[in-house]
């Protein structure tokens, strides 16, 4: 009887161990500003392209405000400038310095934008 608890026990480990991995690769988006902020790695095409981008919990017109790192030398994202964010039907908005803006999904722990010019967010 000892012996079967023991295996039960371990299958039950096991079964725990990979559900956790599992949710923790198709986790839910964060659904709320404070959990939100903080500072991101900008992806293109999935590689890291050296430039961060702080997203802040402090309101401004419409949403949050949002600030790239000094030190981003990919001019497309330097031209982009975003200054603002917020949540919106799942999808989390950024806005250019110029007033437009791109949604992105979450996926995989990444926000990203699908399509010719692949764009994404990973929380450091």
Same mark, same amino acid.
């Given at each position: =009887? &000892?012996? @079967? ?8 480990? #096991?079964? #725990? /161990?990979?559900?956790?991995? =599992?949710?923790?690769? &198709? ?24 430039? =961060? /981008?702080? @997203?802040? %919990?402090? %309101? ?7 600030? #790239? ?22 999808? @989390? &908005? @950024?806005?250019?310095?110029?007033? &437009? ?16 010019? %692949?764009?994404? #967010?990973?929380?450091?």
């Amino acid at each position: =009887m &000892h012996l @079967l608890r023991r295996r039960f026990a371990q299958a039950g480990a #096991l079964a #725990l /161990v990979a559900a956790l991995s =599992m949710t923790s690769a &198709h986790a839910a988006p964060p659904a709320r500003a404070a959990d939100l902020a903080g500072r991101y790695a900008i992806l293109r095409d999935a590689r890291d392209t050296g430039c =961060m /981008v702080t @997203l802040s %919990p402090n %309101p401004r017109a419409k949403g949050f405000r949002a600030q #790239l790192a000094p030190a981003c030398r990919d001019q497309g994202i330097v031209v982009f400038d975003p200054v603002g964010w917020w949540l919106e039907r799942g999808k @989390l &908005h @950024l806005q250019a310095r110029k007033g &437009h803006n791109i949604a992105l999904d979450f996926q995989d722990g990444v926000w990203s934008r699908e399509g010719e010019k %692949p764009l994404g #967010l990973k929380k450091i």
